[in-house]
């Protein structure tokens, strides 16, 4: 395996993945589900995550990441293609059980290759190679943006399909070079959590702060809807957000080598009060558009911070551990109910009274938080 090819399925992966949830909620909307029942099917979505992941994760280790996620993406994009023909909302609950089984470990095990790949090929590390993760999304979703203001919506889910399959074709291995690589997860004990107080309170701020999250995660997109933009709006918002990503992942571990991790984190927090505050106080769609080039620093700049700040919580380097606690809590439990609030709130105060809302609960998690490193900070200085 080339980097070329590892560049490219990361390309044609997140392409993929961006076509049809950039717009997902969209179609949903435009077919009539409730913002409840909206909410419900993202929370079923983001809750799958924290079982399905280290499930695949076995199957990989024992079978290998390459033909692991083959068999993933190749199910997915049967599953996606059908996906947009399923309009009722009790048989879409069903359905999507069978689609996130397959969908969610595509992330994880595409980043778990990248890893392997880099550590024999020096050339290369892990964020050179997941920045075209971020491109393709960027790239997706300005495209899509222009092709569905003159195409049915309903198009996104066959689009989508086409690119997880393309990407199958990069996933070959010359015979020669032919290597297996393997992500080798370590779980974490009940017991060993239990006795690390300082990791279950930041173990317990990932899971509000993934909640507090949800409405930039998941719903901007009909954010967007209610203030009337088009398509191309919306895929302009995402592409916005994705090219923003790229330089902030670089900028932020250069800031958590100088300041830490904990002021990093702070750092990311109080950019998301003031994305959420513009978003509510000044609901302009040029504004938020402008507003939505902060994504790198309230997303990249979190995710360097949680990952080095659990890393050294877990004093013997476990990685895959450290990945699986900040996907589980802030992408997985913390999502999901983020988005069954959303989706209530959303058919009371619309999505503009959503963000003004969770606008006051992410200032209570910055000021717990900022105490609660304070406090850590003092008693570690009294027991010098």
Request: proline share 3%; charged share 10%; aromatic share 18%.
């Amino acid at each position: 395996m080339t980097g070329f090819r590892v560049k490219t399925i990361y390309i044609l992966l997140y392409m993929g993945f961006a076509i049809w949830k950039v717009y997902y909620n969209v179609y949903l909307d435009e077919n009539d589900f409730t913002g409840a029942q909206i909410g419900v099917i993202n929370a079923l979505i983001q809750a799958m995550v924290v079982f399905i992941v280290p499930l695949w994760g076995v199957v990989a280790d024992k079978r290998g990441i390459r033909p692991t996620l083959r068999l993933a993406v190749f199910v997915s994009a049967i599953l996606v293609a059908i996906l947009g023909n399923v309009l009722n909302f009790w048989w879409l609950l069903f359905y999507i059980l069978f689609l996130t089984f397959f969908i969610h470990p595509i992330g994880p095990l595409t980043d778990a290759l990248a890893v392997e790949y880099a550590k024999v090929n020096s050339k290369y590390n892990y964020g050179n190679l997941r920045l075209w993760g971020s491109f393709g999304w960027g790239l997706a979703s300005i495209l899509a943006g222009i092709m569905f203001v003159h195409l049915q919506l309903k198009l996104i889910f066959p689009v989508s399909a086409g690119l997880f399959l393309l990407s199958i074709f990069f996933f070959s291995i010359p015979r020669k070079r032919k290597k297996i690589y393997r992500p080798h997860f370590q779980p974490i004990s009940i017991k060993e959590l239990s006795r690390n107080h300082g990791l279950l309170v930041f173990l317990g701020i990932l899971f509000f702060y993934g909640i507090a999250c949800s409405p930039i995660n998941a719903y901007i997109n009909l954010y967007f809807a209610e203030l009337d933009a088009g398509n191309f709006i919306i895929g302009t918002a995402y592409a916005i957000q994705s090219v923003s990503e790229l330089p902030f992942f670089i900028i932020g571990n250069i800031l958590l080598r100088k300041f830490g991790a904990q002021r990093v984190i702070l750092v990311a927090m109080f950019f998301m009060i003031v994305r959420l505050f513009i978003y509510g106080v000044v609901p302009d769609i040029t504004l938020a558009l402008i507003t939505g080039a902060l994504q790198g620093i309230t997303l990249s700049f979190f995710l360097v911070g949680a990952v080095d700040y659990i890393h050294k919580q877990l004093p013997d380097g476990r990685n895959a551990t450290a990945q699986s606690l900040l996907w589980g809590l802030y992408f997985g439990i913390g999502h999901m109910v983020g988005n069954l609030i959303i989706g209530i709130l959303k058919d009371y105060v619309g999505m503009i009274g959503v963000m003004n809302y969770f606008n006051v609960f992410v200032l209570a998690i910055f000021l717990f938080t900022f105490s609660y490193f304070q406090w850590q900070k003092k008693h570690r200085t009294s027991k010098i």
